[in-house]
């Protein structure tokens, strides 16, 4: 699995959950977050690069356990790696289609996930009817990579971001970036219990367990999976989040320096 930062995280603890004889080799590309202000071009090269270093951990299966590489990278690395690549944007976009009520949802993401339209279509194309209105947040993977994960700045930027499309009458709401569920207390205050939160990592953990199960990929059962953790820059954050906030066990956390050029 990989993200640019500790986001990704969130995706893995629904995984740990779920599939606990999974082995799981997670790599935050912390030299280079964020990816959510950078071109296409940059993002799927940083993705390519970065599915190198996990295929050199023979990995079986890869998890884009981030949005903006899910909305940008997703399907050139599908036509090119020889393992399967799951991303996260339509497990989003299923848990947003089966929550709402009022068929009016709202989308955060960083500024390549909202304006990729990513999530509008795949929104759009499991159910028409439903109207997508959708909001950049540039600053909260910075906050959140910080470690700002309840603190009053944080709620103020969640207030100044999210306050028109809860005036729009939204009553669901997709985290679409795997940074925000960190943020989930924070962003619940502020839009109340009237608007449903959903994010991709639960549903993300299913999809990863029928296609292990269709590809005959999955795991035996005895297995006891272990979750090890790689960033491409030293982070001190890391560990303390991932701990704390998502209770995942996470031993000693390695460093990989990232090569250029495509995967083969
Ligand atoms: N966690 C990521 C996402 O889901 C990336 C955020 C970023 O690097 O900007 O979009």
């Known amino acids: ?5 500790i986001g990704g995280l969130t995706v893995a603890a629904a995984l740990r959950q779920l599939l606990p004889a999974e082995d799981i080799f997670y790599i935050g590309d912390t030299a280079r977050v964020p990816y959510g202000g950078k071109s296409a071009a940059t993002i799927e090269r940083y993705s390519m690069e970065i599915s190198g270093l996990l295929l050199a951990e023979e990995a079986k ?4 356990a981030c949005n903006t590489a899910s909305a940008l990278a997703v399907p ?9 690549v799951l991303g996260v944007i339509l497990p989003g976009a299923r848990a947003a289609v089966k929550a709402t009520r009022s068929r009016r949802v709202g989308v955060i993401g960083t500024r390549a996930t909202i304006y990729s339209r990513a999530y509008e279509r795949a929104i759009q194309d499991l159910d028409p009817e439903i109207q997508v209105l959708s909001q950049e947040c540039p600053l909260l993977v910075p906050l959140i ?8 700045v944080s709620d103020q930027v969640i207030g100044r971001y999210l306050d028109q499309l809860v ?7 997709v985290l679409g970036c795997t940074h ?4 989930r207390q924070s962003i619940k205050r502020f839009v109340g219990p009237q608007i449903t939160l959903v994010d991709s990592a639960d549903n993300c953990a299913l999809a990863v367990k029928d296609l292990l199960r269709k590809q005959k990929l999955a795991a035996p059962k005895t297995n006891l999976g272990r979750l090890r953790v ?3 820059d030293a982070s001190t954050g890391f560990l303390h989040v991932a701990e704390k906030a998502l209770g995942l066990q996470v031993g000693d956390v390695q ?4 090569q250029s050029g495509t995967p083969n």
């Open 180 to 183: 925000y569920p960190l943020l």
């Open 167 to 173: 005036k729009d009458q939204i009553d669901t709401l």
């Open 145 to 152: 990579e910080e470690g700002w994960l309840d603190d009053p």
């Open 1 to 5: 699995m990989f993200d640019s930062g």
């Open 76 to 84: 050139r690395l599908q036509e090119t790696l020889r393992v399967p």
């Open 230 to 232: 790689a960033v491409t």
């Open 255 to 258: 460093l990989r320096t990232v």
């Open 61 to 64: 299966l890869i998890v884009v």
